[in-house]
């Protein structure tokens, strides 16, 4: 069993940065995929980002180029850096975790573990 806490999250203005940070504790040796959701009000929670172990790193659309993922083993620690954020951005981030890689990562489905969640509100 895994377990996941998120940090990091608050009340940033457009043009500004924002990192986020998840802690893994537990089996975190068997974690082949990590990744980022999040869920605006009203709205169904959607893919943001994954980082695999052998298969490379993955962004939405609406994310890439302005999203960062990446894994410190070390430190059991999944990180989001936000560069230029915008107010559509603004959502509960959920840090996701998953035992295997089969080749799709940007369903829920796709994932054996969930952080608690952590708001991110962007402002303009």
């Known amino acids: 069993q895994a377990q996941l806490v998120e940090s990091g999250g608050g009340l940033v203005q457009v043009g500004d940065s924002l990192r986020l940070s998840c802690a893994a504790s537990?089996?975190?040796?068997?974690?082949?995929?990590m990744g980022w959701f999040r869920q605006a009000p009203g709205k169904e929670r959607e893919f943001v980002a994954a980082?695999?172990?052998?298969?490379?790193?993955f962004y939405s659309d609406s994310v890439k180029g302005r999203f960062i993922i990446s894994r410190d083993n070390a430190k059991n620690t999944v990180y989001l850096q936000m560069n230029s954020p915008k107010p559509e951005d603004t959502a509960v981030y959920y840090c996701?975790?998953?035992?295997?890689?089969?080749?799709?990562?940007?369903?829920?489905?796709?994932?054996?573990?969930w952080g608690q969640g952590t708001q991110v509100t962007v402002s303009s």
């Open positions: 537990g089996f975190t040796d068997s974690l082949r995929m």
């Open positions: 996701t975790a998953g035992v295997w890689y089969k080749g799709t990562y940007d369903y829920p489905k796709d994932y054996n573990y």
């Open positions: 980082t695999t172990t052998h298969s490379g790193d």
